[in-house]
T-cell receptor, first 116, second 113 residues
Framework: DTGVSQDPRHKITKRGQNVTFRCDPI?????LYWYRQTLGQGPEFLTY????????KSRLLSDRFSAERPKGSFSTLEIQRTEQGDSAMYLC??????????????FGPGTRLLVL | KQEVTQIPAALSVPEGENLVLNCSFT??????LQWFRQDPGKGLTSLLL?????REQTSGRLNASLDKSSGRSTLYIAASQPGDSATYLC????????????FGGGTRVLVKP
């Protein structure tokens, strides 16, 4: 069990460029979550997957954002035409949902995005 | 809509003093509540998870209580150490939010040697 990994750890881009982040969950975790955290705030939910199905998207996730989880393994989060307001830490988490109990979400180290 | 609040936003204590961190939430219909630690520029480390049916959880020097009816949780850290300096976040998994965590803004803790 190597934990949740995210790549890249840091990304600097110019406004208007597209960026893509990757998250590798803990193996056999069927749920995968994306959160966004701005400086001095707690993380805010963006979207989550159960296996390969994207079950919910936050209103924070504008049309410029898209997330995928092909084959229910790793996930990618793409931001098109980045804006300065997209600058934040993007956190990925995974969990194993049992039948009755809600399991702990394990977080990755995050990808810090700076849009110039 | 579930809202989570953590007060104070920042706390400074001398080494050895006990830490008391507060978390309040508006909707008591929760599945569980988690406390996380976050070091600057890093991801989140889960400290304790309290199921809705439980009243407290303990791990080493950490103890977290949950009072669903009043919408409150408290994280106690005994005999604080400089290595405890970090931001502590609480998050609830609630029926209203449905399968995702709602976080408080965090309490930034500094333990002075």
């Amino acid at each position: 069990d190597t934990g949740v990994s995210q790549d890249p750890r840091h990304k600097i881009t110019k406004r208007g460029q597209n960026v893509t982040f990757r998250c590798d969950p803990i193996s056999e975790h069927n749920r995968l979550y994306w959160y966004r955290q701005t400086l001095g705030q707690g993380p805010e939910f963006l979207t989550y997957f159960q296996n390969e199905a994207q079950l919910e998207k936050s209103r924070l996730l504008s049309d410029r954002f898209s997330a995928e989880r092909p084959k229910g393994s790793f996930s990618t989060l793409e931001i098109q035409r980045t804006e300065q307001g997209d600058s934040a830490m993007y956190l990925c988490a995974s969990s194993r949902q049992g039948e009755q109990f809600w399991e702990t979400q394990y977080f990755g180290p995050g990808t810090r995005l700076l849009v110039l | 809509k579930q809202e989570v609040t953590q007060i104070p936003a920042a706390l400074s204590v001398p080494e050895g003093e006990n830490l008391v961190l507060n978390c309040s939430f508006t909707d008591s219909a929760i599945y569980n509540l988690q406390w996380f630690r976050q070091d600057p520029g890093k991801g989140l480390t889960s400290l304790l998870l309290i199921q809705s049916s439980q009243r407290e959880q303990t791990s080493g020097r950490l103890n977290a209580s949950l009072d669903k009816s009043s919408g409150r949780s408290t994280l106690y850290i005994a005999a604080s150490q400089p290595g405890d300096s970090a931001t502590y976040l609480c998050a609830v998994d609630s029926k209203a939010a449905g399968n995702k965590l709602t976080f408080g803004g965090g309490t930034r803790v500094l333990v002075k040697p």
